[in-house]
């Protein structure tokens, strides 16, 4: 399992939470994004952001030319396909 792997932020769930939906390579789950929001901004800035996924929460952000990077190297090391069959498995949105 990866430390981290990169997903896209596309709808917020639930704005008092701090919840939001990412797709990471197709997949969608919701996930926490309350360590990667500025005190300033609100929740909805969020939306298309791209973030370091790990057992539901977002735990940094990153741009879009690392979060592809990173998909290439994990796809190479077979973890892309591991890791989204575990978010499917969890069965969660």
Not at 31 to 49: C, T, W
Not at 54 to 78: C, N, P, Q, Y
């Amino acid at each position: 399992m990866c430390l981290g792997i990169p997903g896209q932020i596309v709808a917020i769930t639930d704005a008092s939470r701090g919840l939001a939906t990412v797709d990471v390579a197709g997949v969608k789950r919701e996930i926490s994004v309350a360590f990667v929001r500025n005190a300033d901004e609100a929740v909805e800035q969020l939306i298309g952001a791209w973030v370091l996924v790990h057992v539901g929460f977002a735990m940094s952000r990153i741009d879009e030319d690392e979060a592809a990077e990173t998909l290439k190297i994990l796809s190479e090391l077979g973890e892309v396909a591991q890791e989204t069959e575990a978010m499917r498995a969890s069965g969660r949105a």
